[in-house]
């Protein structure tokens, strides 16, 4: 795994057998993002055009629900795709559903509801959601 130029590697969120996924803080202005980049320095083909497919659905999208992918870098010898950082915890890291109230339980739903809603209004048809995954922060998804 390589950092792309101009980032700073903050902590990793999560990682898979082909992916590994970390907070970071871009340089030129300190903003913080998410970074998503292929684990293995051989960088199958097959990982690299998923990255790009990735990148380029998320450009599709404009909606406050679905996180925004900022940039696609060729950090040879992969790609590593930028994505806003929209703050929180993957929730999974929150604990158990039971310790969630009704009342955040219903906004988080909601929330992703309307980001599935918006991804499905541009062609998008997702393969399933690492809801573990979605970052859940004090106003939601």
Do not use: N, W
Request: proline share 6%.
């Amino acid at each position: 795994m390589r950092i792309p130029s101009g980032y700073t590697k903050l902590h990793e969120i999560s990682s898979s057998a082909t992916t590994v996924v970390y907070c970071a803080r871009r340089e030129a202005d300190s903003a913080p993002v998410v970074i998503k980049t292929s684990l293995d320095d051989s960088y199958p083909i097959e990982q690299l055009a998923r990255l790009q497919h990735e990148f380029e659905l998320l450009r599709q999208v404009d909606s406050p629900h679905v996180v925004k992918a900022y940039e696609l870098i060729d950090s040879h010898p992969g790609l590593s795709l930028v994505l806003a950082d929209r703050g929180g915890q993957p929730l999974a890291r929150r604990g158990p559903a039971a310790a969630m109230s009704i009342a955040d339980a219903l906004r988080v739903t909601a929330d992703l509801v309307a980001g599935l809603g918006a991804m499905h209004r541009c062609g998008i048809v997702h393969r399933g959601q690492l809801l573990s995954l979605l970052p859940v922060g004090e106003s939601g998804i």
